[in-house]
């Protein structure tokens, strides 16, 4: 029997940053993610964000890859958006996304941080708190 545990923080972006999710579409868009997930087995712990990315904390079975979840996430719920007319224009995700293993003693403090995305983008902006991730965690390659 297998043992697997991969608390993963993502983030990832709207095409061109552009501020699609807004509050009460974001908040449909969260809640439909979350139940697509659970449909295809995915695990989301906790899922926020603000006006143009979202914060994902979620868990990896054993036999999820991570490029796959993501794209299972970002595909159907822009299919859908773009499907349920939710929006005036053309959805889109941008192609890259940001994702970090957690440990297990730090998913209080990961949940916090997505909880508190609006008040967090107050004084923020998704370039600096991008630069201060890639920073954090010494990528170089990261467009977001």
């Not at 295809?40 to 926020?48: A, E, H, P, T, V």
Request: hydrophobic share 30%; charged share 25%.
């Amino acid at each position: 029997m297998s043992y697997v545990k991969n608390w993963l923080h993502c983030v990832w972006g709207t095409k061109n940053r552009v501020h699609f999710l807004q509050y009460d579409k974001k908040l449909e868009i969260i809640n439909h993610i979350r139940s697509n997930a659970g449909t295809k087995g995915i695990y989301i712990d906790f899922l926020n964000g603000y006006s143009d990315h979202l914060h994902c904390l979620l868990l990896l079975d054993c036999d999820q890859t991570l490029s796959k979840v993501i794209q299972l996430i970002k595909g159907e719920s822009s299919h859908w958006i773009n499907k349920s007319n939710l929006l005036r224009c053309k959805f889109e995700w941008a192609d890259e996304y940001y994702a970090v293993s957690v440990s297990e003693t730090h998913l209080y403090k990961v949940r916090e941080y997505i909880r508190n995305q609006d008040e967090h983008h107050k004084t923020k902006t998704w370039d600096d708190e991008c630069q201060e991730f890639l920073k954090q965690y010494g990528f170089s390659h990261f467009k977001g």
